[in-house]
């Protein structure tokens, strides 16, 4: 359930929480934070799936690498009526 949802679970065994602590720091020092707002505000309560692409610019003998994690689709929730 995480992962559809973009989310993601540190599993541990053991007791190796260094190392999961370790990779759960690391991503959070090269995280960033995107959100768009979609063309029409269509408010269906459908699900809507997302795209995301990246552009890697090519470096001579040292090349950068990502890992791209995102959502794979979002709900545009119905609007409920005020009481």
Same mark, same amino acid.
């Given at each position: 359930?995480? #992962?559809?949802? #973009?989310?993601?679970?540190?599993?541990?065994?053991?007791?190796? %929480?260094?190392?999961?602590?370790?990779?759960?720091?690391?991503?959070?020092? #090269?995280?960033?934070?995107?959100?768009?707002?979609?063309?029409?505000?269509?408010?269906?309560?459908?699900?809507?799936?997302?795209?995301?692409?990246?552009?890697?610019?090519?470096?001579?003998?040292?090349?950068?690498?990502?890992?791209?994690?995102?959502?794979?689709? %979002?709900?545009?929730?119905?609007?409920?009526?005020?009481?």
């Amino acid at each position: 359930m995480p #992962g559809r949802r #973009g989310g993601e679970i540190a599993d541990v065994r053991g007791s190796d %929480y260094g190392t999961a602590l370790e990779r759960v720091i690391g991503d959070l020092r #090269g995280r960033y934070n995107l959100a768009f707002v979609p063309e029409t505000d269509r408010r269906d309560g459908k699900v809507h799936r997302l795209t995301v692409n990246v552009a890697v610019p090519k470096q001579k003998g040292n090349p950068r690498q990502l890992e791209v994690r995102t959502r794979q689709a %979002y709900v545009a929730a119905v609007p409920q009526p005020v009481k």
